[in-house]
């Protein structure tokens, strides 16, 4: 088992930053690629980021790209995601997630992944 726990969500005026944070417990957090997603009212999970066993290696959302930056700290078994320069369509909730300790591609689809924190709120005002 594996539980998560996100922090770092809250408002913030468009242009601004904020940094999420996920802290893992229970199996080794090294074993298994992370990701960020996010779900606005009404619309489905979407992929944000993703990040290998490493942290060498990462996949980004087209919207997070050059935004958004996915890091993780093994020793501190915890993931981060950096977001600059927000705008008004980030406003969502945002969930990490771990994948399974044999999957080694960095998914994009929300099927693909085990284990979810409960999520931490974005908003983003105009």
């Known amino acids: 088992q594996v539980q998560l726990v996100e922090s770092g969500g809250g408002l913030v005026q468009a242009g601004g930053s904020l940094r999420l944070s996920c802290v893992a417990s229970?199996?080794?957090?090294?074993?298994?690629?992370m990701a960020w997603f996010r779900q606005a009212p009404g619309k489905e999970r979407e992929f944000v980021a993703a990040?290998?066993?490493?942290?060498?290696?990462?996949n980004y959302a087209n919207s997070a790209k050059g935004r958004f930056t996915i890091s993780r700290d093994n020793a501190k078994n915890t993931v981060y995601l950096q977001m600059n320069s927000l705008k008004p369509e980030d406003t969502a909730v945002y969930y990490c997630?771990?994948?399974?300790?044999?999957?080694?591609?960095?998914?994009?689809?929300?099927?693909?992944?085990?284990?979810w924190g409960q999520g931490t709120q974005v908003t983003v005002s105009s």
């Open positions: 990040i290998n066993r490493s942290g060498g290696t990462t």
């Open positions: 997630a771990a994948a399974a300790p044999w999957i080694t591609a960095l998914h994009t689809s929300p099927r693909e992944y085990d284990y």
């Open positions: 229970g199996r080794p957090f090294s074993s298994r690629n």
